[in-house]
């Protein structure tokens, strides 16, 4: 078991989250008197949400049609107010 002042955890938190990755179980003290303990967690994996299907969804809402840059600019232009 390791001990670790406050201020090593303000001021050198990489040692101490180096421990912990270690599976150290560490004391925290504050003017020489522990206040907590602090011990590594096992990381729980969840699986990641299925990303939407974006290709399926620009079908759905535009279907084959393309913009041409002439299209594209005059777009532009009304969004902006530009002549």
């Known amino acids: 078991m390791k001990t670790a ?3 090593d955890l303000r001021y050198d938190f990489p040692k101490i989250e180096a421990w912990l990755e270690g599976g150290e ?4 003290t504050k003017h020489s008197k522990p206040i907590a303990r602090i011990q590594s967690e096992k990381a729980v994996q969840r699986p990641l949400p299925p990303l ?3 290709k399926a969804r620009l079908k759905k809402t535009w279907g084959d049609r393309f913009f041409t840059q002439e299209e594209v600019d005059e777009m ?3 969004e902006t107010g530009e002549p």
Do not use: C, G, Q, S
């Open 5 to 7: 002042t406050v201020r």
């Open 25 to 28: 179980e560490i004391i925290i």
């Open 52 to 54: 939407p299907d974006f």
């Open 76 to 78: 532009r232009a009304f």
